[in-house]
């Protein structure tokens, strides 16, 4: 039974494209048995038709827990404290629960981190791949040709249907779990680390596909990652996290090129690049800060090595530098001076 | 399961119980106490003792007893009751449905039950139901048996008048065959009481299990990815965890088959029901250890081949291990 | 499963309800078996009489009897409070040389591993694979009708279910880095097993053996129900045959039957609201021999 409850927009092509997701001001908590921690505290980015977005931040920054929320279904002990997802300009926060049921994966699907705890062990690919096309009211003949339209479309062969999950190696298995993502025409993909359990190799070729489809079927997909390397290979646009906000975001040509948060400035030295051997690789020493405290100022000053008094005083808003290029730091300004001593490991000793 | 995997469980099972059989033997033998002395009338002269006893075999030395013995099992023999001066398969056989049916029965009951109300339970996670009731099954498990029974007995039999007080079928009934027998609303009356029973002390482990897998199971991605999936909670809770959660509960059954064939000796008793664990029991205070040892040997391998197919059956059902 | 979490987690129980309920239950009946000779008016075989010389048989609860009498003219509350002790003394003692046994075994065959370990498996498969009371029945009458009789038959039967799992634990920690470096400093394998390995899984045994005691109680008053134990001794086991036989059904004579069977299903209860937190660890899936 086919239940349309949103009408899609027409896609516009152009510059001016239209925001598909818009998330402001969000604020999500946690219930531990030391207290509450706020996991997001006041994240906002946007995110438009058929644009790939990179989510980058270390384990614990808040990106996950931003990822489920938009899919609407979250951890038991989390609760969402204030803020907006707007989805086709509807704030869906708003919605009931059978709302929100119709809205997952007909218009936002997700293709989880390791897909092998994520697919049932005792069905077939095929039985999973149908019970998720009946939601869309496809039944039979065509749920059948639309399934191998699925495989072929992330490189997979037919006779995958017939296997178990436990039959199939990591690369094929992430493979499916887009195939099943992309079954009912989402607008919207979340991928959560789709290639970090992946070998180096295996992750470029599905890195690839994703690009591809994304490019093809003019998807919004949203990747969350922590590693910066996929995001500069495949995103358009980069959101930065750190301890539950966002610290820079933008288009990644800018962020990527021009880094003006020290936060990015750091964790573009970390990583190796997919497509350029590393210069050095400089870690970013110190770890993130404790998110069941109220925190006063920057969160990141304490490993910052551009810190001034300031910092520690009162938390920089995110401001709009350029068109689209956003920034929370005091000193970003100054960026074009700090870059070239954030790429030498001795600004990071401490 | 592959073939070669088949073959050396089988192997395993033939083993063992070979050495049942042979500590059987030995057992027997080893008491104390002439083997005859259910059999032999004291008014018989010592002559006609002797005859006896090498028709028995018993004058042959122990460990050609022994291989005589192999040789008849292997033929499907099980030698002569003392008791009852029939043959001991015989005697068997005709013991066996009966507790078939009564185990059948009663778990089938008890798991039904268990498994429905061990999903409901983990369903009411926290809740006050839980807490009351859990403590119950708990102690379900803690029952004798024949306890139970004997309270059952004295309420709906004796008290209430509702149902016969032992047997399998009604004395001077007649039927004209085995089926006719099994399908008699005289037989069914019977068998009320002796399965309710057993299946109120059997409930107790398929729901526990079923219980916690569910609790375990929902926990696990691929139900709370079933849930960004947008699946429906009924899908959720039937297609995806419940049958992950029957997986060691089919297997629970399977062996639960093999030890209550055992196990049902006490309510066997109570009830006075002709199966085989009450054959064991007088066949053993009588000293007729052909019957005892034949009781036994059928109660073990009945065991035993319900632990070899409880391997199968989980095997089949989880797609991950049938595949080796 | 670290060593440190399991003691840890042992004082985390005390604080349990379950916990806390199986402890006082047990209690209470270690205080009534110790005292029993005080609690009970009569000794539990002596056949009493009325002071009008008549027998005191088949006789209501009352002042005088406080669960009436059998149809022997026996006191039924005197019988309870004695099967108290024999039920603790055999489940003690059972649990006692299962978990020993078993632990052992254990200890052993973890530890050492190879064809001392694939000979006690072995011999652990073959004994799993007999059927329980049966067996006990057959041990029960070849050995002659003997508390001890009983309380070895069950022993014999029940010493795998521990020894696999003690076998299991053992095999994690010999891996462990500390027991690497007691090697290394020169320590014998039996200091090695006994000073660093044992403690460690000294708390799963003995919750093993709060469940082993259930068992062997209700083993052996299946045992002593059909007629195989020592006469001569007051089992709650006995109290039920003796009721059964006596056709205390039939007459409807609950205060006679009902009692040992509460008695107990509250005592098997307890060591079972001890270990439920552990009830997944020692209850393998695939291998639960249920008391079937």
Known sequence: MAETLVSRPAAVLGYDVPMLLSVRDLRIAFHTPTGEARAVDGVSFDVRQAEMVGLVGESGCGKTTVARALTGVMAGNSYILSGNIVFTGHDILNYSPEEQRALRWREIAFVPQSAMNSLDPVYRVEQQMREVLRRGGIRGRPAGDRMIALLDMVGLRPEVLRLFPHQLSGGMRQRVAIAMALALDPLLVVADEPVTALDVIVQREVLDTLRDLQRRLRLAVIMITHDISVVAYCCDSIVVMYAGQVVESGPSTTVLGEPTHPYTMGLCNAFPDLERAADMLVPIQGSPPDLHETLKGCRFAPRCPFAIDHCAQEAPPLTELASGHHVACWRDTEASVLRPLATKAATWMR | MTGRALLHRLGQMLFVLWVVTTLLFFLFRLMPGSPLAAYIDTSMTPEQQAILMHQFGLDRPLHEQYVLYLVNLLHGSLGYSFIYKEPVGSLLLAALPNTLLLTLSSLLIAYAFGILAGAFLAARRGTWIEAVSLPFVLASRALPEFWLGMVLLAIFSFAFGWFPAGG???????????????????????????????????????????????????????????????LSEWTIIIRHAARNALLPVATALALGIGSSIGGNVVVESVFSWPGLGRRLVEAVSASDYPLAQGAFLMIATAQVVMNCVADLVYATLDPRVGQR | MSDVVVIGSL??????????????IYLAFLAVALFADVIAPNQPKDILFLADGRLANALKPSLAFPLGTTTSGCDIFSQLVHGARSALMVGTSAAVVVVSVGTLIGLFAGYFGGWLDAVLMRLADIVLGLPLLPSVIVLAAFLGPNTWNVVLAISVLLWPNSARIIRAQVMSLRERAYIEAARAAGSSHLSILFRHIAPSILPLALLFGSIAVGWAILTEASVSFLGFADPDTTTWGFMLQDAYVSQALSRGLFNWFVPPGICIVLLVSAGFFISRGYEQLLFPRLRDQGRG
């Open chain 2, 168 to 230: 399998a079928t009604s004395p001077g009934a007649s039927f004209p065959n085995a089926w006719a027998r099994f399908t008699s609303v005289d037989f069914l009356h019977h068998l009320v009481l002796p399965a309710l029973t057993l299946a109120i002390f059997l409930q107790g482990l398929p729901l526990l299990l079923m219980r916690s897998n569910m609790l375990e199971v929902m926990q696990e991605e691929f139900v709370v990815m079933s849930r960004i999936k947008g």
């Open chain 3, 11 to 24: 004082g985390r129980q005390a604080r349990d309800p379950w916990f806390m309920t199986g402890v006082s």
